[in-house]
DNA sequence: GCTGTAGATTGTGGCGAACGTGAAC
DNA sequence: CGTTCACGTTCGCCACAATCTACAG
């Protein structure tokens, strides 16, 4: 990931005016051609293949055998046009990688953006289901589909909407132990993260190519022979298999764009899968919380267990922070779990989950998964430093 | 509020031990 | 089913400059 870190990234340039930044934009799309074909824009990075691919190409290359579907496909960052994208900045528009997230938003004015992560996706989905993944929905149904009449969601209002949902993944699950932590504060104990309805505007998980993006998926769909089937009837994973039931029972499928992150999200049941899958449109299901099967042993509970006052679990872990406090985290809750007092998490009044679940967005956005040098001259000197199997030798003056 | 000082804390990377996982028997 | 092996991953260790914090003047 540290390439290069002596030369300014990418991201790390000034304003510039807006002719400029389209006349760069066009340079760009000239730099970032698939790697496959050398012809069309690259709008998908696959971290297997280490290679940037446009729709045509991605098909062509992952629909050759069973093992290549599994390649993780991510939007290629819109910004350094070499990494495979995992936040979304709403704001801007922007697809980016984390390094570039970070850089840009790193700064006080634009860490208010609004961002989200992003994922990847498995198999050789439809174009439909492609316009799912990015975010393409709208125009998919003007541009690919020709009709609106589903009401701006091609396949929404049917029993296979959603797919998007893994990818633009904003249901605040609690997925680590960081995240209950960071749900903590002096007003609040344990407390129990509902699962909200879905965001508005989940759907847009389009970058700076997006008329790039839906003209590609355009000619894919003119290639897909059979595109006119009924959403309703079709068999929604079909080519798409290991999305839904395999990835949730793996979690670090789902988060492949982060391979650092410690949010393992679990689920251990299909029954559970199909329950955060599903319910996310209704308010009833939204009181579930999953926790990383780590957390839940033995002691997991569909509902979320939490104490009322944050009394001795917060105040015990709530500064913490470093490996050894992280991992006795997980002790404690572990092992600790049963004593909680069992209240229903639905006796969590809306104010507190609301409140909870900002302070998760909050944390989620600034979420760094990749390691971040934070003083280059600590670096720099422990680079140099002298070492007897790999650890730093005293130095005799 | 500002400045200087002293002490405490943090962060850095490579190696190897420990651990986890899956396959073979 | 239990054991062994191979392989991959995770984590602790180390020294010390940089940074932070508290306090005094």
Redesign the pocket.
């Known amino acids: 990931m540290s390439d290069s870190p002596r030369h300014p990234h990418p991201c790390f340039k000034e304003e510039t005016p807006q002719h400029e930044e389209e006349e760069e934009q066009n340079t760009r799309s000239h730099q970032r051609l698939c790697d496959f074909c050398g012809d069309l824009t690259a709008l998908l990075y696959c971290r297997a293949d280490s290679a940037r691919l446009c729709f045509a190409c991605d098909r062509e290359v992952h629909s050759t055998n069973q093992l290549f579907t599994k390649h993780t496909r991510s939007q290629l960052c819109d910004a350094c046009d070499a990494s495979p994208a995992s936040i979304l900045c709403s704001t801007e528009a922007l697809v980016l990688c984390q390094n570039c997230d970070w850089e840009r938003h790193n700064r006080s004015v634009s860490s208010i953006h609004d961002r989200r992560p992003l994922e990847g996706f498995t198999g050789c989905p439809p174009v439909f289901e492609l316009c799912s993944i990015v975010g393409a929905e709208d125009m998919g149904n003007k541009g690919l589909f020709g009709s609106d009449e589903s009401g701006g969601d091609c396949l929404g209002g049917s029993g296979v909407y959603g797919f998007s949902d893994y990818f633009v993944w904003e249901t605040p699950t609690v997925g680590s132990f960081d995240d209950l932590i960071g749900s903590m504060d002096s007003s609040h104990g344990f407390q129990a993260i509902g699962v909200p309805p879905l965001p508005k505007n989940r759907n847009t998980a389009c970058g700076r190519h997006k008329e790039e993006i839906l003209r590609q998926l355009r000619e894919l769909a003119k290639l897909e022979p059979d595109l006119n089937y009924d959403h309703e009837d079709v068999e929604p994973f079909v080519g798409f298999q290991p999305l839904v039931p395999e990835q949730f029972l793996k979690p670090r499928n789902m988060y492949t764009d982060c391979e650092h992150d410690a949010e393992p999200f679990v689920v251990t049941s299909s029954h559970e899968a199909s329950a955060f899958q599903w319910c996310s449109d209704s308010g009833e299901a939204t009181n579930q919380v999953f926790l990383p099967s780590t957390l839940l042993g033995s002691n997991r509970e569909d509902s979320c267990l939490v104490p009322d006052k944050p009394s001795d679990i917060g105040s015990g872990v709530s500064h913490a922070n470093g ?2 406090e992280r ?1 006795s985290q997980h002790l404690m809750i572990t092992e600790t779990s049963p004593v909680f007092p069992k209240v229903a998490s639905h006796e969590f009044n809306s104010q507190e989950r609301d409140t909870a679940l900002s302070r998760y967005k909050e944390k989620k956005k600034t979420r760094r998964y990749d ?1 971040h ?3 280059e ?3 720099a ?3 140099s ?1 002298t ?1 007897i ?7 005799d003056h």
């Open positions: 490996d050894h991992k390691k040098i934070r003083y001259s600590r670096k000197r422990a680079e430093r070492r199997k790999g650890r730093f030798a005293k130095i």
